[in-house]
Structure formats: structure tokens, C-alpha cells
């Protein structure tokens, strides 16, 4: 009985098994596309931008881009840096400066504008100091006894 039971088994089994002759087809698109197209995927043509200025047909105009920031830090443990820039659509400017472990103070002012790419001006305030080296007193401890 058991070995009817085996064989059914086998057979019900055999028979679920998918067809292996189909071939893959592509899911259909819920955004609109034909079964197996995935227009989805496709990007939309976009309008050209056009920051300001007359707009012809067909181009999207929004507004320049424009900000300014800065910040600054000089603490008790000798750090001393900062940085600002300001931006009006293609132009920015700017500069920051870093104190240097030499003493001196490092300076640069940069521009970023249309097709001469980003020009810095560097500048150096101050003499670069070494000090002599001091050797400290050196360590030796206590004895202990044990």
C-alpha cells in the first residue's frame, strides 16, 4: 500500500512541474506602457534651463542660483580657519584661510566663472617659525618593591 501511495506521489508531483519550454516574457508596466516594453525605463525629454533672461519656446526658465555663506573658528587650542563664498547664477567667489603649524596663515581667494574654470589666488601672512627643538626631562619611575 505504502508503494501506491510513493507512486502517486511521484506522479502528482511529475505532472505539477512547470513546462520548461516557455520562455521568459517581460512584466507588463503599471506606468502606462505595454506588456514588455518598460517604458518606464525611458527618461522624458527634458527642457532645456535657461537661468533668467528671454525664454524662447520650449525652454524652461527658473530662477538664478544665488547664496552666501560663511563661518569662522578660532579657538583656545590654536585652531584658527574659515571660509565664505557667495554665488550669482554662473559666478562665485570666495575665499578661506587656514593657520598653518608654522605660524604662518594661508590664504585663498578663488573665482568660478564661465569658461576660465576656477582661478585661486594664494597668499602666505607671517614668517614660518621653527622653534629649537627642547628636549623634555625623561621619564624614569619610581622603584617599586614588591
Same mark, same amino acid.
Given at each position: 500500500m505504502s508503494?501506491?501511495?510513493?507512486? %502517486?506521489? =511521484? =506522479?502528482?508531483?511529475?505532472?505539477?512541474?512547470?513546462?520548461?519550454?516557455?520562455?521568459?516574457? %517581460?512584466?507588463?508596466s503599471s506606468f502606462g506602457g505595454s506588456a514588455g516594453a518598460a517604458s518606464f525605463l525611458r527618461p522624458a525629454a527634458r527642457p532645456a534651463i535657461?537661468?533668467?533672461? %528671454?525664454?524662447?519656446?520650449?525652454? =524652461?526658465?527658473?530662477s538664478r542660483p544665488q547664496?552666501?555663506?560663511?563661518?569662522?573658528?578660532?579657538? %583656545?587650542?590654536?585652531?584658527?580657519?574659515?571660509?565664505?563664498e557667495g554665488r550669482d547664477g554662473y559666478n562665485t567667489q570666495g575665499s578661506y584661510y587656514v593657520q =598653518?603649524?608654522?605660524?604662518?596663515?594661508?590664504?585663498?581667494?578663488y573665482a568660478v566663472n564661465g569658461n576660465q574654470g576656477y582661478v585661486a589666488q594664494v597668499t602666505y601672512e607671517g614668517v614660518a617659525q621653527y622653534p629649537a627643538f627642547q628636549p623634555s626631562a625623561s621619564y624614569s619611575p619610581a622603584p617599586s618593591y614588591g
Open positions: 508503494q501506491v501511495i510513493a507512486l %502517486a506521489s =511521484l =506522479l502528482v508531483v511529475a505532472s505539477a512541474k512547470p513546462d520548461l519550454s516557455q520562455s521568459y516574457q %517581460a512584466p507588463g535657461n537661468f533668467g533672461g %528671454a525664454s524662447p519656446a520650449g525652454i =524652461l526658465t527658473v547664496y552666501s555663506f560663511n563661518y569662522a573658528v578660532n579657538d %583656545a587650542f590654536g585652531n584658527d580657519f574659515g571660509h565664505q =598653518l603649524p608654522d605660524g604662518r596663515l594661508q590664504r585663498v581667494a
